[in-house]
């Protein structure tokens, strides 16, 4: 017999959770990693680009993913979210017979081909993803991609990889941002500068744009190429701006590659950082210093009007809206404004000093890893514990539950005292409007189009 509570119990257990070792206050943080992560959870706050997504931004490309079955549901999934991404995706699936035979080689180059001999019409260039079991079967890379730019000599081939078990010395981010320059090839150079490889557009509005236009430098902007021309343009360029420390190794190897010099101008949300940036531009470039006096004096009298307008609202920032959360939080702190959490997994070598400044004056500052496991069971309701709450990021937003948040990813292309000037503008018009949060965070790789 079955008794009726084990059909439908009286009371669905609660799993609680403690915070230890998801969160801690940065008093009690150690720099560079605050948390050990093993088993990692991912939150549905999606709007991050992935290696599935970025190869959009080379116009006229076609993405290849080579396969096995179980490893191509999520990529699949994630291109046919994008507007159009599916005619620009493809997929071959390595199976056991390909493994047992040893044709891994044979198997590509038939596949590839076969997909571009039956597109509506060629693509420019095509980016092959292989996935681990390739190369743990040794295969030979470099073979295939030879035949197939024999075969197709007006089309470039880039060599992705997807191989999650195999990351050593870059993680699939930074080694997916440096393939996606290598189909950029030197051209006689001109006074040219570029911008890579940012996921958006940097903001034209900004002071380094404005610097370097009324200079007479042509810009050439990654995430702003048209047409894949505009693409291959950027070999023309004399040097390569670089704003996030994982665009490092593509600016390295370009710079090997192409022997364009390289700069890294990091984000930051420091003034007097903002400034030394502009400085080492000019002088790099020979261009005009803008009055950054009167750009602090705005920033200082916009974060005064914000904080009166928002009073004492806690905030909470997440390592998905910027790559400098604790810069962020830092400016906001020692403006009078109330930073309650930060919602990282590791900190940068840009944020170091950010990092001891926050320990030493801000020792109770809360940071909370957004992956570690326990993560997926620990509350989202900060919003029950503190009323109104503002959230920077997508992720911030999800686990502090509230509706009031900036939609920023990764900086959104905000840079300089304009692009600060223009994310506390984002906070004040956040804390008066509410989002329908899940149906924004639910959208992969916010803004991609194919």
């Given at each position: 017999?079955?008794?009726?509570?084990?059909?439908?119990?009286?009371?669905?257990?609660?799993?609680?959770?403690?915070?230890?070792?998801?969160?801690?206050?940065?008093?009690?943080?150690t720099?560079?990693?605050?948390?050990?992560?093993?088993?990692?959870?991912?939150?549905?706050?999606?709007?991050?680009?992935?290696?599935?997504?970025?190869?959009?931004?080379?116009?006229?490309?076609?993405?290849?993913?080579?396969c096995?079955?179980?490893?191509?549901?999520?990529?699949v999934?994630?291109?046919?979210?994008?507007?159009?991404?599916?005619?620009?995706?493809?997929?071959?699936?390595?199976?056991?017979?390909?493994?047992?035979?040893?044709?891994?080689?044979?198997?590509?180059?038939?596949?590839?081909s076969?997909?571009?001999?039956?597109?509506?019409s060629?693509?420019?260039?095509?980016?092959?993803?292989?996935?681990?079991?390739?190369?743990?079967?040794?295969?030979?890379?470099?073979?295939?991609?030879?035949?197939?730019?024999?075969?197709?000599?007006?089309?470039?081939?880039?060599?992705?990889?997807?191989?999650?078990?195999?990351?050593?010395?870059?993680?699939?981010?930074?080694?997916?941002?440096?393939?996606?320059?290598?189909?950029?090839?030197?051209?006689?150079?001109?006074?040219?500068i570029?911008?890579?490889?940012?996921?958006?557009?940097?903001?034209?509005?900004?002071?380094?744009?404005?610097?370097?236009?009324?200079?007479?430098?042509?810009?050439?902007?990654?995430?702003?190429?048209?047409?894949?021309?505009?693409?291959?343009?950027?070999?023309?360029?004399?040097?390569?701006?670089?704003?996030?420390?994982?665009?490092?190794?593509?600016?390295?190897?370009?710079?090997?590659?192409?022997?364009q010099?390289?700069?890294?101008?990091?984000?930051?949300?420091?003034?007097?950082?903002?400034r030394?940036?502009?400085?080492?531009?000019?002088?790099?470039?020979?261009?005009?210093?803008?009055?950054?006096?009167?750009?602090?004096?705005a920033?200082?009298?916009?974060?005064?009007?914000?904080?009166?307008?928002?009073?004492?609202?806690?905030?909470?920032?997440?390592?998905?809206?910027?790559?400098?959360?604790?810069?962020?939080?830092?400016?906001?702190?020692?403006?009078?404004?109330?930073?309650?959490?930060?919602?990282?997994?590791?900190?940068?070598?840009?944020?170091?000093?950010?990092?001891?400044?926050?320990?030493?004056?801000?020792?109770?500052?809360?940071?909370?890893s957004?992956?570690?496991?326990?993560?997926?069971?620990?509350?989202?309701?900060?919003?029950?514990?503190?009323?109104?709450?503002?959230?920077?990021?997508?992720?911030?937003?999800?686990?502090?539950?509230?509706?009031?948040?900036?939609?920023?990813?990764?900086?959104?292309?905000?840079?300089?005292?304009?692009?600060?000037?223009?994310?506390?503008?984002?906070?004040?018009?956040?804390?008066?409007?509410?989002?329908?949060?899940?149906?924004?965070?639910?959208?992969?790789?916010?803004?991609?189009?194919?």
């Amino acid at each position: 017999m079955i008794y009726e509570n084990e059909i439908r119990p009286a009371q669905v257990p609660v799993t609680r959770v403690s915070p230890d070792g998801a969160e801690l206050n940065i008093a009690a943080a150690t720099f560079p990693r605050p948390f050990h992560i093993g088993l990692q959870y991912a939150s549905p706050a999606r709007g991050h680009w992935t290696i599935a997504h970025s190869p959009y931004l080379i116009p006229q490309s076609h993405q290849v993913y080579v396969c096995c079955a179980c490893c191509l549901h999520g990529v699949v999934l994630s291109a046919d979210e994008v507007p159009g991404g599916a005619e620009r995706f493809s997929t071959v699936t390595v199976t056991n017979e390909n493994i047992i035979k040893g044709n891994l080689e044979e198997m590509m180059i038939d596949g590839i081909s076969y997909i571009i001999d039956n597109l509506p019409s060629p693509p420019r260039c095509v980016e092959g993803f292989t996935s681990c079991i390739q190369h743990f079967m040794h295969i030979d890379i470099h073979l295939v991609y030879a035949v197939l730019s024999k075969r197709y000599p007006h089309i470039d081939f880039i060599d992705g990889y997807m191989i999650p078990t195999l990351q050593r010395r870059y993680s699939p981010d930074i080694l997916g941002r440096r393939q996606l320059m290598r189909a950029v090839q030197a051209r006689p150079g001109r006074k040219k500068i570029n911008f890579i490889v940012n996921y958006y557009p940097v903001d034209p509005d900004t002071e380094l744009c404005t610097m370097l236009r009324s200079s007479g430098w042509e810009i050439g902007d990654f995430a702003d190429c048209r047409t894949y021309e505009e693409y291959k343009d950027l070999g023309a360029g004399k040097t390569n701006i670089f704003f996030l420390e994982n665009s490092r190794p593509a600016a390295e190897d370009m710079e090997k590659r192409l022997h364009q010099e390289s700069l890294y101008l990091p984000y930051s949300f420091f003034c007097e950082e903002i400034r030394a940036n502009l400085k080492i531009a000019a002088e790099r470039f020979d261009l005009t210093l803008p009055d950054c006096d009167a750009y602090e004096e705005a920033i200082e009298r916009k974060a005064a009007e914000l904080k009166v307008n928002i009073g004492n609202i806690p905030i909470a920032i997440d390592c998905s809206a910027t790559p400098r959360p604790l810069s962020l939080a830092r400016f906001l702190l020692t403006h009078g404004f109330r930073v309650y959490a930060v919602f990282l997994d590791e900190i940068s070598a840009v944020e170091k000093d950010d990092f001891y400044f926050l320990q030493k004056y801000r020792p109770m500052l809360s940071l909370r890893s957004t992956m570690h496991y326990k993560r997926r069971l620990l509350g989202r309701d900060d919003v029950k514990k503190y009323g109104t709450v503002l959230a920077i990021g997508q992720k911030a937003a999800y686990f502090t539950g509230t509706n009031h948040f900036v939609n920023l990813i990764e900086n959104s292309g905000l840079y300089g005292y304009t692009g600060l000037l223009k994310i506390l503008d984002m906070m004040a018009v956040a804390v008066r409007e509410e989002k329908n949060v899940p149906a924004v965070i639910q959208t992969k790789a916010w803004g991609c189009q194919a």
